[in-house]
């Protein structure tokens, strides 16, 4: 089993920033591909950044381009990652509730977390 769990969110100005965090633990060997969606009331839930551990690869959603930045770092026993979203100049449109993803090679479901809230003040 994988473990997520959120932190980092709250109540920021608009134009303000956020820096959001992910720490996965539990059996996180032959992760796939790491990432952040989001879903606001009434809305379906949508990418925001997703990172493919073994290549690097970076993949932003238009809303966030030039304003969010995805990044991780693994403990020094790899027994848990930490996943990050440093976000920008939020506006109230940046509200929902981010939820942090990760899919691992063996499983073709990927595994969530419950989320943290997101509330931008104009």
């Known amino acids: 089993q994988v473990q997520l769990v959120e932190s980092g969110g709250g109540l920021v100005q608009s134009g303000g920033s956020l820096r959001l965090f992910c720490a996965a633990s539990g059996s996180i060997s032959g992760i796939y591909v790491m990432g952040w969606h989001r879903q606001a009331p009434g809305n379906e839930r949508e990418l925001v950044a997703t990172?493919?551990?073994?290549?690097?690869?970076?993949?932003?959603?238009?809303s966030g381009k030039g304003r969010v930045t995805i990044s991780r770092d693994n403990a020094k026993n790899n027994a848990k990652v930490t996943l990050y979203l440093q976000m920008n100049n939020l506006n109230p449109e940046d509200a929902a509730v981010y939820y942090c993803y990760l899919r691992k090679y063996t499983r073709p479901i990927g595994y969530w977390g419950q989320g943290t809230q997101v509330t931008v003040s104009s």
């Open positions: 990172l493919t551990v073994t290549t690097g690869d970076i993949n932003y959603a238009d």
